[in-house]
Structures are given as C-alpha cells and as structure tokens.
C-alpha cells in the first residue's frame, strides 16, 4: 500500500513539475535556463509536500517517511533540471544532430570547426549566455568592459582546475585517439600577454 501511494504522489509530483516548468518558461523570465529550472522543481516539490501534509491523517506514512519522499522529489526536480531543459539549452552533441539535420544531412568533417566559429558562436549567442549564467552566478563581474572574476569564480577556477587534472581522463578517446589533451587543455596556450587582457 505504501508503495503504492509514494508511486502515485511521485506521478503527481512530475505532472506538477511539468505544469509549473511549462507556465514558468512560456509566461515569466528566465534568467537562466538551468537555475529556473531547479526553482521549478522546487516550487513543485513544495506543492506536492504542502498538499501530502494536508492529507496526512489519510496517508500511510509516518513524518520521517514522508520527508524521505520529498527528498526524493527535490532531487528528481535536480535531476530534471540538469537532464532536461539544461541539456538542451547547452548541448553541443545536440547541436551537430541538428545543425547536420538542417544542412541536409551531412557537413565535411574538415568543415565541422568552421560551423562552430561561424555558426554556433553566433547562433546560441554563446558569449552572451555563459556571461549570463556566470554573472547570475555571481562568479564574475563586469567593470568598464572588464570581465573578472569574483572571490567566489576564483576559488571555484581553482576547484575546477583542480579536479581536471587530477580526476579526469588520462586516457580520452578523442578523434581516434586516447590522449590526455583534455586534462591541461592550456598546455598548448599561448604564453604571456595575448592582447585582449584588462589593462
């Protein structure tokens, strides 16, 4: 019986999530894509639960195994988020299948880097998202058309920087290959002042 409530609010949940996400990114702003879609399932999670404790006298759970239950939706509104809306909005492999579909099929190989600078970069607005997402992240900040990072975007560039070249890959398939290339992709970097740098 209980499992058989806990399936049927958990049903309930994800038609919630899918009213709430829908209305949210057809009638209100996104600031960004991955973010609202973690609110959504939170605002989801908090309807289901909020109704289950209205109705708790009639369901067969104790507090604690009701609370287990809503922990199990808030990381079903995780996992929706970045499984769902967040994939598409930042898919690379996505873009290839559509970007070759709208080309008839089929794009030269010693093509595909060109489609990324002269279509991809433009078409996703790529710039523009990620600066969006970083600033809503409160990683960096824009001064005098200086983008640079905050305390919080430094520790987690060391963060990052710190578990890519301990703990991906050593031995990555890339283009027929096993490389390390992707665990110190700066290494092939030009040295020194480029000449974009803030002054």
């Not at 399932?41 to 809503?70: E, K, Q, T, Y």
Request: hydrophobic share 50%; net charge positive.
């Amino acid at each position: 019986m209980k499992v058989l409530v806990a399936g049927l609010l958990t049903v309930i949940y994800i038609i919630v999530l899918v009213i709430v996400y829908v209305i949210h990114v057809w009638f209100f702003n996104v600031n960004v894509v991955f973010y609202s879609a973690i609110i959504d399932g939170m605002i989801s999670c908090a309807i289901v639960a909020a109704a289950s404790l209205a109705i708790r006298a009639r369901l067969p759970f104790d507090g604690f195994s009701l609370a287990l239950l809503v922990v199990v939706w808030a990381l079903g509104g995780y996992a929706f988020a970045i499984s769902g809306p967040a994939l598409f909005d930042r898919s690379l492999s996505f873009y290839i299948l559509e970007k070759l579909q709208q080309r008839g099929g089929g794009i030269l190989e010693s093509r595909m880097a060109d489609v990324f600078k002269e279509e991809y970069m433009p078409e996703f607005r790529l710039v523009d998202v990620r600066l969006t997402e970083q600033l809503q992240s409160g990683t960096i900040a824009i001064e005098n058309g200086c983008v640079k990072l905050t305390p919080w975007g430094e520790r987690l560039a060391t963060l990052s920087r710190f578990i890519r070249t301990t703990l991906l890959p050593k031995h990555r398939l890339l283009a027929g290959v096993y490389t390390d290339a992707l665990v110190d992709p700066f290494r092939a970097s030009k040295k020194g002042p480029i000449g974009y740098e803030c002054q």
